[in-house]
């Protein structure tokens, strides 16, 4: 049973970039046809897509954050990162990393759901 | 860019049905998939492509996507049950991940 697990620095300040790791146990991610994804959900609020990896390691990101963003795998360490640059208060929000399934259809091939996802981590700005 | 919308709210008695509505522009032509989240938890998958249940989902989780509203149906909901539900599906046009705002069920 895959799980995964957020680690990082709970505190990051103003203008700084916030690094996140996601460790993906009970199998590699390499290997299916996974995207590795990042969703952050500020306090009493919505979730918010940040973006994935595929196991090809192509990337994409929401365009909202798209400038600040970068999602890199380290599949010797069975582990993938999230880095966002320049930060604000804004950016305050408990980060999740999560499995996407691949779905393919005429319009190409996308995540079509997310499962697992891992606890959790408060990150603030 | 795409957006999906719920109410913000749904309330429903122990043991009867509750019906959360997700809507977005001819909706029917994604798939939408749903997530439960308990306080402090994390979010779980209820519903995938439209009405697929994961393994160890109770049965009395359903869903369906007709039109512009997907819905997820709760049967005889159990106090359980009271979360905040988010619907989610994916927009070709702009390649991304889309969230629906959530909807709080409360089980009085």
């Known amino acids: 049973q895959v799980q995964l697990q957020e680690s990082g620095p709970g505190l990051v300040k103003p203008s700084q970039t916030l690094s996140l790791t996601c460790t993906v146990s009970g199998g590699s991610i390499s290997s299916g046809s996974y995207y590795w994804s990042w969703i952050r959900q500020p306090a009493g609020k919505g979730l918010e897509w940040i973006g994935h990896i595929y196991t090809s390691g192509s990337t994409n990101y929401n365009p909202s954050l798209k400038s600040r963003v970068t999602i890199s795998v380290d599949t010797s360490k069975n582990q993938f990162s999230l880095k966002l640059s320049s930060v604000t208060a804004a950016d305050t929000a408990i980060y999740y990393c999560a499995r996407g399934s691949r779905y393919c259809s005429g319009g190409g091939c996308f995540p079509n759901w997310f499962d697992p996802w891992g606890q959790g981590t408060l990150v603030t700005v | ?108």
């Open chain 2, 1 to 108: 860019s795409y957006e999906l919308t719920q109410p913000p709210s749904v309330s429903v008695s122990p043991g009867q049905t509750a019906s959360i509505t997700c809507s977005g522009d001819k909706l029917e032509n994604k798939y939408a998939s749903w997530y439960q989240q308990k306080p402090g938890q994390s979010p779980v998958l209820v519903i995938y492509q439209d009405n697929k249940r994961p393994s160890g989902i109770p049965e009395r989780f359903s869903g369906s996507n007709s039109g512009n509203t997907a819905t997820l149906t709760i049967s005889g909901t159990q106090a359980m049950d009271e979360a905040d539900y988010y619907c989610q599906a994916w927009d070709s046009s702009t390649a991304h991940v889309v969230f629906g705002g959530g909807t709080k069920l409360t089980v009085l």
